[in-house]
């Protein structure tokens, strides 16, 4: 079982910055890959950013590509997802994710263990 708490959500200004941390607990985390994704009102689940169960291969949306930056603190359970240059489209109910063994974390399907959620606003 892998039980996963976001935290670091809030609302910002266009061009301003947070960081979202996803604490995880369960003996099994060390070995999944985890991914971040994302839920506007209206919209479906989307992938946002994963990173390999060693801290590899990170991947990103198009979109937030060179804004946002994905890792992972494999000592303390943690992934963190650091979001700059933020923009009122990045404004969603921001997930963490496990995904199931062998799987890249990159699709809602992969994902076995969710988080409840980080709101992030941004607007001006």
């Known amino acids: 079982q892998v039980q996963l708490v976001e935290s670091g959500g809030g609302s910002v200004r266009p061009g301003g910055s947070l960081r979202l941390s996803c604490a995880a607990s369960?003996?099994?985390?060390?070995?999944?890959?985890m991914g971040w994704f994302r839920q506007a009102p209206g919209k479906e689940r989307e992938f946002v950013a994963a990173?390999?169960?060693?801290?590899?291969?990170?991947t990103y949306l198009d979109s937030v590509k060179g804004r946002f930056t994905i890792s992972r603190d494999i000592g303390k359970n943690t992934v963190h997802l650091q979001m700059n240059s933020l923009k009122p489209e990045d404004t969603a109910l921001y997930y963490c994710g496990a995904a199931k063994p062998l799987d890249s974390g990159v699709r809602p399907s992969e994902i076995e263990y969710w988080g409840q959620g980080a709101q992030v606003t941004v607007s001006s």
């Open positions: 990173i390999g169960w060693n801290g590899g291969d990170p």
């Open positions: 369960g003996r099994t985390f060390s070995y999944r890959a």
